[in-house]
């Protein structure tokens, strides 16, 4: 069973920058792709970036491009979310999660992936 943890999330002041983590363990890590996702009060989750299982590929959602840039470690089995220039409509919790894939592509549905993380709360505000 795949196991995603989330780290990083906090409070940060509008124009500030976070770092997020999502560290897998329990399975072939290169043979998923990653996605993040976030979720804000009262809205649906969505897609904020993803990440083919080489790193070659990714997406972005526009509200992010630009400001986010997504990255992965596959020798520590991490992804990470690098989030610059924030801004208080970032503020939601922030989730990773894993699809297993054959190809090296990702997508940015939430319905696509099988295996998801806690989530970590990110809130920017001054």
């Known amino acids: 069973q795949l196991q995603l943890v989330e780290s990083g999330g906090g409070l940060v002041q509008p124009g500030g920058s976070l770092r997020l983590s999502c560290t897998v363990s329990?399975?072939?890590?290169?043979?998923?792709?990653i996605g993040w996702f976030r979720q804000a009060p009262g809205k649906e989750r969505e897609g904020v970036s993803c990440?083919?299982?080489?790193?070659?590929?990714?997406i972005y959602a526009d509200s992010v491009k630009g400001r986010f840039t997504i990255s992965r470690d596959n020798s520590k089995n991490t992804v990470y979310l690098q989030m610059n220039s924030l801004k208080p409509e970032d503020t939601a919790v922030y989730y990773c999660?894993?699809?297993?894939?054959?190809?090296?592509?990702?997508?940015?549905?939430?319905?696509?992936?099988?295996?998801w993380g806690q989530g970590t709360q990110v809130t920017v505000s001054s």
């Open positions: 999660a894993a699809r297993p894939v054959q190809n090296n592509i990702c997508v940015s549905r939430p319905s696509a992936y099988n295996y």
């Open positions: 329990g399975s072939a890590f290169y043979y998923y792709s």
């Open positions: 990440i083919s299982r080489s790193g070659d590929s990714t």
